[in-house]
Structure formats: C-alpha cells, structure tokens
T-cell receptor, first 112, second 112 residues
Framework: GEDVEQSLFLSVREGDSSVINCTYTDSSSTYLYWYKQEPGAGLQLLTYIFSNMDMKQDQRLTVLLNKKDKHLSLRIADTQTGDSAIYFCAPRNSGGYQKVTFGTGTKLQVIP | DTEVTQTPKHLVMGMTNKKSLKCEQHMGHRAMYWYKQKAKKPPELMFVYSYEKLSINESVPSRFSPECPNSSLLNLHLHALQPEDSALYLC???????????FGNGTRLTVT
C-alpha cells in the first residue's frame, strides 16, 4: 500500500506563512488532496491538485507538487489563529478502486 | 457546516450491545465511505459503497456490518464490539469514485 509521511508539528506566528510538507510513495497517484481537521470535527476539504499540474493557487493557499520526488506542499499565506488545526495530505491512487490514503497529519499551531 | 450528516454525535455502548451509526447526504453523490480514526492518527478506510454496492471491505471484522439502503443513506451496524473499537467513525461521500471526499463530523464511539 501507499505510505504518506508528514512532519508531526509546525508552529508559526500569526501573519507569517506556513508550509506543510508531504511525501508519498505511489507515483501513479492521480489527485492529491489537502484536508483540515479541527478538534472534535470531521475533515474539511481545503484544496487539491491533479497530478499533471505542478502548482495550484486558491486565495491564501498554494499547493506545489514535485511529481519526480513525490513531494507535495501546502503553503498558507498570512496564517491566522483560525488556521490552527491538523492538516492531512491525501493522495488518491490510480488503481481499480482509486483509494484515498491519508498522511500522518501535521498539527499547525499559530501563535498570536 | 458539513453536507454529510452523521448521527449520533456520541455513543457509549457495552460489549454485548447492538447499535447502529447513520450517515446521510443529499448532494447526489454516488460513492459513500466509512473511515475509523483513533486519537492522534489519520483516518483509516473501512468500507466503500459505489452506486449502493459494496466495492471495498478493508478486511474489517464482521462485528462491523455496513448497509447502504439507498444512494443517500449509509449505516454501520455494530455488534459485540471490543474496547479497542472505541474511536471516531467518519462517514464521507464523493460524487464519483475519483472525486474529492466530503466528510461528516463523525460519531465518537466509546465501548465499555
């Protein structure tokens, strides 16, 4: 199965940019999603990128994909305290069932 | 607000009880999913229904029994659970098999 790794923790000051990194192993991944999970809640889809793209910008969010290195990143500009949450990278494979595998998750702490 | 509704929000059950978790969506999505999430871990796929037919069972023990009565509803029937089954159970749906997942807020299950 696919392995998806993220660093466990990131702390940034309010107003700074945050960069959350993700590495995955399945080079056939088609869509790569970013989800946000706040305490006690489900997962909220933030953005996603298709594997034939190398960058996607959506307001404060920028996704970069390096398909050769199987590396995905999520940049949050002007980070706010409301961005404090756990962020999951989730590639979808191209196999018959097109499973979505979630990364280990990165806890983002925003310091006021 | 999520468009995938899960009930109940919290459930405490004994090891000899039978209970059911319910999930509903009215977005016209044709794929529905059950995920299990333990504390500080990523969600793990349990079952996938596609067009109301079970397409993936990730070797889940038979004490968990899924049911998809129609395209808007997904149930998870629980019987003779163990304390280690205590977790957040998340339901998700997607328009098609390769579309982004939309999650509910989950049912927090405690088995005593």
């Amino acid at each position: 199965g696919e392995d998806v790794e993220q660093s466990l923790f990131l702390s940034v000051r309010e107003g700074d940019s945050s960069v959350i990194n993700c590495t995955y192993t399945d080079s056939s991944s088609t869509y790569l999603y970013w989800y946000k999970q706040e305490p006690g809640a489900g997962l909220q889809l933030l953005t996603y990128i298709f594997s034939n793209m190398d960058m996607k910008q959506d307001q404060r969010l920028t996704v970069l994909l390096n398909k050769k290195d199987k590396h995905l990143s999520l940049r949050i500009a002007d980070t706010q305290t409301g961005d404090s949450a756990i962020y999951f990278c989730a590639p979808r494979n191209s196999g018959g069932y097109q499973k979505v595998t979630f990364g280990t998750g990165t806890k983002l702490q925003v310091i006021p | 607000d999520t468009e995938v509704t899960q009930t109940p929000k919290h459930l405490v059950m004994g090891m000899t009880n039978k209970k059911s978790l319910k999930c509903e969506q009215h977005m016209g999505h044709r794929a529905m999913y059950w995920y299990k999430q333990k504390a500080k871990k990523p969600p793990e796929l349990m079952f996938v229904y596609s067009y109301e037919k079970l397409s993936i069972n990730e070797s889940v023990p038979s004490r968990f029994s899924p049911e998809c009565p129609n395209s808007s509803l997904l149930n998870l029937h629980l019987h003779a659970l163990q304390p280690e089954d205590s977790a957040l159970y998340l339901c998700a749906s997607s328009l098609e098999n390769n579309s982004p997942l939309h999650f509910g807020n989950g049912t927090r299950l405690t088995v005593t």
